[in-house]
């Protein structure tokens, strides 16, 4: 089944600790978005990339940075990972043009704890 | 920027009676709201969603509506089961300002929906 994967479901790190969360999409879709879920809350989008074009939120912290090698797979690094920086974060997809362009298709999240 | 507001934030039904989430967006350039359900520790599904060029859509259980001119839009779940309780986000989305082809979900603050048996 097409899909969106996140690994590791489950990632804990130490407080400044370098940390990578990975994303990868079975949909060939065009667009990838990082948002970060914090517990009984909303999800918020941090960037995304449209092909190799990256955009920032503007609000989005400096600590947060992505790579997109390509279109199947999507990095989000955290340089160093503060307490408040725990939450879950989701990857999602979308076409980005034609049928279907509209619809973001999320995948499971990676709950990261920081210790 | 967009705001959504949603109401209410907890919900309790009994199983076999009908359920409605309600949400106002403030953007008028945001054309498309989807509606998603989280279940605990999963990412967000998408169940149904409305383009502001269509006033209702319906999904077998599962029904929208949307009014563009006074920026609100609603979930109906009729027949509601156990298997429905979940968290119920609301979403406005326009195209993002950075990239044209890319769209910008704005979520709710979420409704906890409980069906009890």
């Not at chain 1, 990975?22 to 999800?43: D, E, F, G, I, R």
């Not at chain 2, 006074?70 to 109906?76: N, P, T």
Request: hydrophobic share 30%; aromatic share 10%; glycine share 6%.
């Amino acid at each position: 089944d097409a899909m969106v994967i996140q690994n590791p479901r489950y990632q804990v790190t130490q407080f400044g600790k370098p940390v990578t969360l990975s994303c990868s999409q079975t949909l060939n879709h065009n667009v990838m978005y990082w948002y970060q879920q914090k517990s009984s809350q909303a999800p918020k989008l941090l960037f995304h990339y449209y092909d190799k074009d990256f955009n920032n939120e503007a609000d989005t912290p400096d600590n947060f940075q992505s790579r997109r090698p390509n279109t199947s797979f999507c990095f989000l690094d955290i340089r160093s990972p503060g307490l408040g920086d725990a939450a879950m974060y989701l990857c999602a997809t979308s076409r980005g043009v034609g049928q279907g362009a509209y619809e973001q298709y999320f995948g499971p999240g990676t709950r990261l704890t920081v210790t | 920027g967009e705001n959504v507001e949603q109401h209410p934030s907890t919900l309790s039904v009994q199983e076999g009676d009908s359920a409605v989430i309600k949400c106002t967006y403030s953007d008028s350039a945001s054309n498309y709201f989807p509606w998603y359900k989280q279940e605990l520790g999963k990412g967000p599904q998408l169940i149904i969603d409305i383009r502001s060029n269509v006033g209702e859509k319906k999904d077998q259980r599962i029904a929208v509506t949307l009014n563009k001119t006074a920026k609100h839009f609603s979930l109906h779940i009729t027949e509601t089961q156990p298997e429905d309780s979940a968290v119920y986000f609301c979403a406005a989305s326009r195209r993002a300002r950075s990239s044209g082809s890319a769209r910008q979900l704005t979520f709710g603050s979420g409704t906890q929906l409980t069906v009890l048996p």
